[in-house]
């Protein structure tokens, strides 16, 4: 009965194709149904059907119809707001309303809710009161403490509170919803499982005995008050859950709310890599569900059909990335064979034009853990591996991405082997050997090499936990030299962020300097997103750094941030009054004029000149003083 109906069941008369007259878990979700292992909504269904449940998943309900179509799950429902926050989805770091939507189908936005987890979670507990509602993907798990919402400008309670949800996973899902799914088969009541790693849970303050070594981060009621107190706690917060979250030496945390107590059980350790073969080896159709052709599909696909996922987790852990606190800072892998297999399949794929897009993950270039101290003793809680510069301990290699690049590139029907994450260029020049580097250059690049160095003011980059630019500069230089040695013209595509904490309208000034020295005309620059749970968030929100609690700079006002991102574009015409008016505010007049160091020529119309050296004619050299 089930190959008929290969994707999992979105409709009634899919379920009964299978056979089924009642689902065990009903999966609610905010995106589109993309059975595709880049798709949260897929793993955990799959997952969970591996596992031998029964499960149906209702993409983006619009009413109660839709929030009753299977009825009553066995065992519950579980809710995620699709592959991203649905804030990020819907609103620019502008907070303006955004008109398309990658997850959904035609690529149209208006199908999911803001905060889709707690207006679903909320609208299934009034429907189903004693159904248990388990919440996980991104908006959950980065949005599992108090935190700094940018767009209501405040701290909102824990997404567990708010929603009013039993259960949060948080990170990545597959071995937490296993153990639930069958703990709530074997008769437990949800109450009861509040010994499961990667979860969070509530319980009434009363009656929680806290246990040894428990971590306690600042109430909800004293962090969300916006004064000094209230936001040095904020950030003493953030700092304990950042530090917390690993999975070999991380504690249990907690944070009250009002009569309730947010508990956050220590991470689950993250999957091995049979672990990883086995959950990439289920049978994913690879594509949106059949239901959306009509609407033009899921455009979310086209940047993942082709693509391969080798590894999870970042020890990078640029502050601004939400990586490290959802998937963690340890990497973990999938065999080659299991990549291979993957690409052998996809090559068999009707519309395979022999081109792999991608294959990457968080970061590209990471093949194993940063270290091997941390399987015993846990990531540094206080130390980043690459920034500022690379711990003594990483061991840098390339040698098992070497050789499964290589492996793919020799699959038949393959033609080209792109790499589009981000590689970490830090850790690609620390490596001794530079076969891997040689043969990115020659082989997996379509004419440009995305890589992030974000800005180029060390001041800013240390707020970032990215490494100086001079080891940018290093990479850069080299890159062009491998270019030209294999007669080819491709080029470096440099991500940069204007207005990240720490900026301040000097820096910005110093990065634009830095792009007309190099000859960089970015086409796009992204404004720094206070996204929830990074901790470059909690610097815009307390205005301190959470690692030193030293004061930061943020450029805040509409104004500012747009004086710092036109001067990363100061060669845009549209931006020229802009780019003068930080210029001249920043005094750096030996900018403005026609000259090769300069950033834009003197504005004319506004009657401004450039400023001039006093002329010297007779008059005033020779006009004597007067007595
Ligand atoms: S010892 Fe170095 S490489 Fe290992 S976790 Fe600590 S900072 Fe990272």
């Not at 040894?212 to 904020?234: F, H, I, N």
């Not at 297999?341 to 022999?354: I, N, S």
């Not at 379509?446 to 500069?473: C, D, F, T, W």
């Amino acid at each position: 009965m089930e190959d008929i109906m290969p994707f999992l069941p979105i409709t009634v008369e899919e379920m009964r194709q299978y056979g089924w007259e009642q689902p065990d878990f009903v999966i609610v979700t905010g995106d589109a149904y993309v059975d595709h292992p880049s798709f949260g909504t897929a793993i955990i269904s799959r997952v969970l059907h591996q596992a031998g449940y029964k499960v149906c998943i209702v993409p983006q309900p619009q009413n109660d119809k839709d929030y009753n179509r299977f009825g009553r799950p066995k065992y519950a429902f579980l809710v995620n707001g699709g592959n991203i926050d649905s804030m990020v989805a819907h609103y620019t770091a502008a907070k303006k309303r955004r008109s398309d939507d990658a997850y959904t189908a035609g690529g149209k936005s208006g199908s999911r809710p803001d905060r889709a987890v707690t207006v679903y979670t909320k609208k299934l507990k009034s429907l189903y009161p004693d159904v248990p509602v388990c919440i996980g993907g991104l908006e959950a798990s980065l949005r599992r403490f108090a935190h700094y919402d940018y767009w209501d400008d405040r701290v909102r309670p824990s997404v567990l509170i708010d929603s009013g949800a039993d259960l949060l996973m948080y990170g990545m899902g597959e071995k937490h919803i296993v153990e639930i799914a069958d703990r709530l088969a074997a008769g437990e009541d949800i109450s009861s499982l509040t010994d499961i790693l990667g979860t969070c849970y509530s319980v009434n303050a009363a009656e929680y005995t806290p246990i040894s070594g428990v971590q306690e981060c600042g109430a909800y009621e004293l962090v969300s008050v916006p004064d000094e107190k209230g936001k040095r706690l904020y950030a003493k917060a953030c700092k304990i859950q950042q530090a917390e979250h690993d999975a070999v030496r991380g504690r249990t945390v907690i944070q009250r709310h009002g009569q309730k107590i947010v508990v956050q059980n220590p991470p689950m350790p993250p999957l091995t890599t049979e672990e990883m073969d086995a959950v990439y080896g289920l049978p994913f159709m690879r594509d949106y569900h059949p239901s959306y052709e009509k609407f033009g599909g899921v455009p979310g696909i086209k940047e993942v059909k082709f693509s391969l996922i080798h590894n999870r987790g970042c020890f990078g852990a640029c502050n601004f990335c939400s990586i490290a606190f959802h998937q963690g800072r340890q990497v973990s892998v999938r065999s080659r064979e299991s990549v291979i297999k993957e690409a052998k399949q996809l090559t068999e794929m009707p519309d395979f034009k022999g081109y792999i897009h991608d294959v990457g993950g968080p970061t590209a270039n990471f093949r194993r853990p940063s270290c091997d101290g941390q399987l015993k003793k846990g990531l540094c809680p206080d130390k980043k591996c690459l920034a500022p510069s690379v711990c003594p301990a990483v061991k840098v290699t390339h040698e098992d991405y070497l050789k499964l690049l290589r492996e793919l590139r020799a699959l038949p029907k393959i033609k080209k082997v792109f790499i589009r994450s981000g590689i970490r260029f830090d850790y690609l020049i620390a490596d001794q050997h530079e076969e891997f580097f040689k043969e990115l250059v020659k082989h997996h690049i379509s004419g440009q090499l995305k890589v992030a160095p974000e800005h180029s003011s060390n001041r800013v980059l240390k707020r970032m936990g990215k490494p100086p630019i001079e080891v940018y500069n290093r990479f850069e230089k080299r890159f062009y030299e491998l270019t030209e040695s294999v007669g080819k013209k491709q080029y470096l595509v440099p991500y940069l962020m204007s207005s990240h904490p720490g900026s301040t309208k000097k820096d910005a000034i110093e990065l634009a300097v830095f792009l007309k020295k190099h000859g960089l005309h970015p086409e796009q620059v992204q404004d720094f997103y206070p996204t929830p749970g990074t901790v470059s968030t909690c610097m815009f929100y307390t205005g301190l750094d959470p690692d030193t609690m030293e004061p930061v700079y943020v450029p805040r006002t509409e104004r500012e941030k747009a004086e710092q991102r036109a001067l990363l574009q100061y060669f845009k015409p549209e931006n020229k009054a802009l780019v003068l008016s930080a210029l001249k505010k920043e005094g750096r007049l030996n900018l403005i004029g026609t000259g090769p160091n300069c950033l834009v020529a003197p504005d004319k119309r506004q009657g401004y000149s450039a400023p001039k050296k006093p002329k010297k004619t007779i008059r005033n050299i020779h006009k004597p003083k007067k007595k």
